[in-house]
């Protein structure tokens, strides 16, 4: 079964199957410019990103969702920001899938990034893990080497794994009490909507509701992945600064869903220093 999330975002497509070239094209054009953006000098080195998602499907990496930035400018639209998420052969049955997260633009607005991620079967769910120290990065410049770094730093992502999935590993383990939980959520929300200016449309309690029978449980892993799923996919009732009804809005944009989810991540991480050393 194939599934798309264009109910939401027209600049995405995820499936539960490896997405081909074709399927990526109709949705995120970028990913194939066919050079880069004028705006570039002489100095940009342009490697097309099918170029290196070729690649590095040959090392055994396969995308599951691509995504592009939605822009006003059409003139950008082959060149914007895009990101690819890529599961290893080695990881794709499982129910929560490692997952390396590539990001890339043909008009200077990013040079190639690798960020580890997590997906969650139950919720179709795609997390940001890691701080931005354990990023890999390859520029536009250089002697032309780009496909065999970004290679490369695909492994090093795969290796930072075995150090994430401690910290999951200790994370399921802490229980959280409801005022632990509460601050959690209270601390999201905060960042999400910046309360020093306007209180948030939601409450903390409505963030920590669960979407289903799964994550029910206190821990903090299945704390910090209610809230993360709830914040990023909005829907939530609320009241906007005028009192009236609203709905909060789904992350769409690159940009601020991997900030929001590294944001997420390190209370989280924080959290489990607290517990740990309680």
């Known amino acids: 079964m194939r599934f798309s999330n264009n109910f939401r975002n027209p600049c995405m497509i995820r499936s539960d199957a490896p997405l081909t070239n074709d399927e990526i094209a109709r949705v995120v054009p970028s990913i194939f410019a066919e050079e880069a953006h004028d705006s570039r000098s002489e100095r940009y080195l342009y490697i097309p990103t099918v170029k290196v998602l070729d690649a590095l499907r040959v090392e055994g990496f396969q995308p599951f969702m691509a995504c592009q930035t939605r822009v006003r400018n059409e003139g950008k639209r082959e060149h914007t920001k895009h990101m690819l998420r890529l599961r290893h052969a080695s990881n794709i049955r499982n129910n929560e899938a490692n997952e390396i997260i590539l990001l890339n633009s043909h008009d200077g607005s990013s040079s190639y990034q690798m960020i580890a991620g997590k997906f969650r079967y139950v919720c179709a769910n795609g997390l940001v893990l890691g701080d931005l120290a354990m990023d890999q990065k390859?520029?536009?410049?250089?002697?032309?080497?780009?496909?065999?770094?970004?290679?490369?730093?695909?492994?090093?992502?795969?290796?930072?794994?075995?150090?994430?999935?401690?910290h999951l590993g200790d994370m399921k383990s802490h229980h959280l009490?409801?005022?632990?939980?509460?601050?959690?959520?209270?601390?999201?929300?905060?960042?999400?909507?910046?309360?020093?200016?306007?209180?948030?449309?939601?409450?903390?309690?409505?963030?920590?509701?669960?979407?289903?029978?799964?994550?029910?449980?206190?821990?903090?892993?299945?704390?910090?992945?209610r809230v993360q799923e709830n914040v990023i996919k909005g829907g939530l009732d609320g009241r906007n600064k005028q009192?009236?009804?609203?709905?909060?809005?789904?992350?769409?944009?690159?940009?601020?869903?991997?900030?929001?989810?590294?944001?997420?991540w390190k209370l989280a991480h924080a959290m489990r220093g607290y517990r740990t050393a309680a």
């Not at 520029?139 to 492994?155: C, F, L, P, Q």
């Not at 009192?243 to 997420?264: H, P, S, Y």
């Open 138 to 166: 390859v520029r536009h410049s250089g002697r032309g080497e780009v496909i065999d770094e970004v290679i490369e730093g695909a492994y090093e992502v795969l290796q930072q794994f075995e150090q994430i999935d401690h």
């Open 177 to 225: 009490s409801n005022y632990e939980q509460l601050a959690f959520a209270d601390a999201a929300l905060t960042y999400r909507y910046d309360t020093a200016e306007t209180p948030a449309p939601i409450t903390p309690s409505q963030l920590l509701l669960p979407r289903r029978r799964e994550d029910r449980t206190d821990d903090l892993w299945t704390t910090f992945n």
């Open 243 to 264: 009192g009236r009804r609203t709905k909060t809005r789904a992350v769409n944009g690159i940009d601020q869903d991997v900030k929001l989810n590294r944001a997420l």
